[in-house]
Every structure is written in C-alpha cells, then in structure tokens.
C-alpha cells in the first residue's frame, strides 16, 4: 500500500502566514504521521508505532491541521479497506458461476459449498473490520489527548468518536456496494443467509 506523504497543495496557504521553525515541524510531523499511518494499516498492521503516531498527531493538531489528520486517516482507511477487505470479500464468490454450471444437477451440494464460503468471507472481513476500528480509536484518543492537553475541562471522547465511527461506517458501506459483483444478488437470491449474518461487518 502506497500513500501520498507529500503536503496536500490546498492545504499549502497555511504556510505562508508562520515561520520557517513551524513549517518544518508541520512538514515533519505530516511526513511522520503519513509513515506510521501507513505501518498501523498495511499487512498486518504494526501497533508498535502507537507512540510515534500520537505525537505526529499532536504536532498537527497545534498547527489547526486535525481536520487534515482526520481525513487523511480516513482516506488511508478506505484504500486498505478496499484492498485487504472488500477486494478479498468478493474475491471469494468470483468461483460461483462456474460451480452453478459443473454442479447444476447437485443443488444441495452447492448450496452447502455456497454458505461455507459466506460465512468465512464474513469472519475475515470483520476481523479486518474491527483492526481497522482499533487503529481509528487510536487515532481518537491522540485527538482527545491533545484536547485535553491545552483545555481546562476534558474533552468530550464520543464528539469524536462519534464523527470517526460515522464517516467509517458510510466509508465502508460505499466501498462494498461500489465494487459489489454482478453475481453476487443472484448469488444470494440462491442461498438463504441469515440476516444478521450478513450484517456483520456493515452494522458491528
């Protein structure tokens, strides 16, 4: 997985207004948080970075740059979801139209084969459903952390991670059902599959 690490250009104008020491430190803290985001996401994911990535986070958000760190995590989260979840997930149904055809004449034993394959595929997406919410969280409470760093009051944990949990939840719905199989409805049109089941890693 390869991320952009690079300053976002409409985000450059925030340069032109403070000194050459801040600028440095936004430009090393977003190239720090850029890597530890993408070591937490890629693979299987290394939390040994947790220090590292809460105080990049730190860095921006005193530089009013948390939206930025937000939608960036975000974005990041999208592409690993897409690649290590929702790619895999279909992936797995890509056999079904030739195993309609060899086992036409053998209804039950597809069907069996058929429900096998959906309750794994299930089980290796929420997996990587609940890593990817384990690492947001982190990323809630480095924003939090910082909050309560420089405010007299704690901060609120659930305005955030409220939002975050939010925009992930859409974020993933979007992703399945834009690169949902043409076969898939049919699929499921065959196989009677219990509900909740099914809502797993849209609903967890």
Same mark, same amino acid.
């Given at each position: 997985?390869?991320?952009?690490? /690079?300053? $976002?250009?409409?985000?450059? &104008?925030?340069?032109?207004?403070?000194?050459?020491?801040?600028?440095?430190?936004?430009?090393?803290?977003?190239?720090?948080?850029?890597?530890?985001?993408?070591?937490?996401?890629?693979?299987?994911?290394?939390?040994?970075?947790?220090?590292?990535?809460? /105080?990049?986070?730190?860095?921006?958000?005193?530089? &009013?740059?948390?939206?930025?760190?937000?939608?960036?995590?975000?974005?990041?989260?999208? #592409?690993?979801?897409?690649?290590?979840?929702?790619?895999?997930?279909?992936?797995?149904?890509?056999?079904?139209?030739?195993?309609?055809?060899?086992?036409?004449?053998?209804?039950?034993?597809?069907? +069996?084969?058929?429900?096998?394959?959906?309750?794994?595929?299930?089980?290796?997406?929420?997996?990587?459903?609940?890593?990817?919410?384990?690492?947001?969280?982190?990323?809630?409470?480095?924003?939090?952390?910082?909050?309560?760093?420089?405010? #007299?009051?704690?901060?609120?944990?659930?305005? +955030?991670?409220?939002?975050?949990?939010?925009?992930?939840?859409?974020?993933?719905?979007?992703?399945?059902?834009?690169?949902? $199989?043409?076969?898939?409805?049919?699929?499921?049109?065959?196989?009677?599959?219990?509900?909740?089941?099914?809502?797993?890693?849209?609903? +967890?």
């Amino acid at each position: 997985m390869e991320m952009e690490t /690079s300053f $976002p250009i409409h985000n450059i &104008g925030i340069l032109d207004s403070i000194g050459d020491d801040s600028i440095n430190e936004i430009l090393e803290g977003w190239n720090g948080y850029c890597v530890c985001t993408e070591l937490l996401l890629k693979d299987t994911g290394d939390l040994s970075v947790g220090s590292e990535f809460v /105080s990049h986070v730190h860095v921006l958000c005193k530089h &009013g740059l948390d939206s930025l760190v937000q939608d960036h995590f975000l974005r990041a989260l999208e #592409e690993t979801f897409e690649k290590n979840g929702a790619s895999k997930f279909w992936q797995q149904f890509d056999a079904y139209s030739d195993v309609a055809i060899l086992e036409m004449n053998k209804p039950c034993i597809e069907e +069996d084969w058929l429900q096998q394959i959906i309750c794994k595929s299930l089980e290796e997406i929420s997996l990587e459903k609940q890593y990817q919410e384990k690492c947001l969280l982190m990323l809630v409470h480095a924003l939090q952390s910082y909050k309560d760093s420089i405010a #007299e009051e704690r901060h609120n944990l659930d305005v +955030d991670r409220v939002s975050l949990l939010s925009r992930y939840q859409l974020m993933v719905s979007s992703v399945l059902m834009t690169t949902l $199989p043409r076969h898939f409805p049919g699929m499921c049109f065959r196989v009677s599959v219990d509900d909740s089941r099914m809502d797993i890693y849209l609903s +967890d």
